[in-house]
């Protein structure tokens, strides 16, 4: 198409928004056609799926497959990248568009299925991740803490979570800097939410948006946030068995909510891991593992009710290892997932991937775990396949840059949150920064 501009009254500036008009609808209708033409899907004939354009691109990039018998409604087609399924947008019969999923992985098969007939294409979609971090809180001092504008806080971010509003919650934790405070992007504002608390890992409520997170100051001490009370902090204490054994201190370093059952867990430094009624505060101690410290919790949308603990370096026959628990069945369930437990880095499989003190983790809604793999100075990814690898950072070498895949630093990242958008939020302690994350 070539576009003939005379000479006219209109300035340059109205040219150029005549011309984005006129091609929004264009694509507009394009889109509209897709959605009324073509024909209803016969289930005695084959699906055909003769080509895709483009062959390769990001998350939510726009494809189109053509073929046969697609039918032209879209809730009836189902189509995957690998294992993820992609947005259908329109069908005429014989051409459709899809949106790329996120993070299918890097070459992609793509099957369509509609009714109980289903195809595969033999061609392969090759899928772009791109991964940048940003600094969006903290300059790099800790002489002083400091809230209001986000890029001259002074912090030591020690743990984070992110709320269903997608408020992100820093735990800010060093010699006299015990914070809990609130990170306001749009407004790039940091608002101190409680002072003078010692507080460990928080986790938010997905229903209700309270924000938990355990102290030490008894056994069964935590605090919650309502954002019904503005988030002021209320000091709760676990109610528990007249009976049975509990834990001789007050070492909890970790809450996560489960969606599922409702219920929050924790995990002592003496191996008891508890689940607490948010209502009644009433405890029960599932099992006990081995003792030593773990800073991660986190449950996975894939597979309800399987608990994943990250064990730090002093946890003995699971330290610096990923392990998880069916919290419905614990007594047979508790298993150890990845490999050496002397710690060091490793990416690939699941059981032979290694580790070094490992933090905070938190799954994403497409089942990826994210992990603070503080000692190590880099951000790992555990995939809904089983496989471990390294998003940012580089192995042993710690030091603070923004940038990409080859650029980027940390130093000790010990927190980790993820927006609905999929954005993580990164604690990198011992730079004295909140960092983001934006994964395509």
């Known amino acids: 198409m070539k576009w003939i501009v005379k000479r006219t009254g209109l300035c340059p500036v109205k040219i150029h928004i005549l011309l984005g008009i006129a091609l929004t609808t264009m694509m507009s209708c394009k889109d509209n056609d897709l959605k009324k033409e073509g024909g209803t899907y016969d289930p005695n004939s084959p699906i055909e799926l003769t080509s895709f354009y483009p062959d390769s691109g990001i998350y939510l990039e726009k494809v189109m497959l053509t073929g ?60 772009h991740t791109s991964v940048t971090v940003t600094t969006i809180a903290g300059n790099g001092s800790r002489a002083e803490y400091r809230d209001g504008d986000l890029t001259q806080s002074i912090v030591a971010p020690r743990y984070l979570c992110v709320d269903k509003e997608d408020n992100v919650f820093m735990i800010n934790r060093d010699v006299n800097m015990y914070h809990v405070a609130r990170i306001d992007e749009e407004a790039n504002e940091l608002i101190t939410v409680a002072r003078d608390v010692v507080a460990n890992v928080p986790a938010a409520d997905p229903l209700t948006g309270v924000i938990s997170f355990p102290t030490e100051t008894t056994v069964g001490s935590f605090y919650t946030l309502d954002p019904q009370e503005f988030w002021a902090p209320r000091i709760r204490e676990m109610k528990w068995p007249a009976t049975g054994d509990r834990p001789d201190a007050g070492w909890k370093h970790c809450m996560v909510f489960n969606p599922d059952d409702g219920f929050i867990y924790t995990r002592y430094y003496y191996g008891h891991i508890v689940k607490i009624n948010p209502r009644t505060y009433e405890v029960e101690t599932i099992y006990k593992t081995e003792q030593g410290d773990s800073y991660g919790l986190t449950f996975n949308p894939l ?27 614990p007594e ?19 059981e032979v991937a290694q580790f070094r003190n490992p933090e905070q983790i938190f799954c994403d809604a497409d089942g990826n ?32 840059r923004d940038g990409g895949k080859e650029e980027a630093l940390f130093n000790n990242p010990t927190g980790i949150g993820i927006s609905s958008d999929g954005s993580v939020y990164v604690a990198d302690f011992d730079n004295n920064r909140v960092r983001k994350l934006s994964v395509n």
């Open 68 to 127: 046969k018998n697609f039918g032209s409604d879209p809730k009836q087609i189902r189509v995957w990248f690998n294992q993820r399924k992609a947005a259908v947008v329109g069908s005429t019969g014989e051409r459709m568009y899809v949106l790329a999923p996120r993070l299918p992985g890097d070459t992609c098969v793509i099957s369509v299925a509609i009714g109980s007939d289903s195809v595969i294409f033999q061609k392969k979609f090759l899928y």
């Open 369 to 400: 775990i994210y992990v603070a793999d503080r000692s190590n100075h880099c951000i790992r990814r555990i995939t809904p396949e089983g496989l471990v690898e390294t998003v940012l950072g580089m192995p042993g070498t710690a030091g603070w």
């Open 332 to 350: 047979n369930t508790f298993k150890k997932l990845t490999g050496s437990t002397s710690g060091g880095h490793r990416d690939g499989r699941l």
């Open 303 to 329: 597979t309800p009710n399987i608990l994943y603990i990250s064990f730090f370096g002093n946890a003995g026959v699971n330290a610096n290892s990923i392990c998880s628990i069916d919290v419905t069945d």
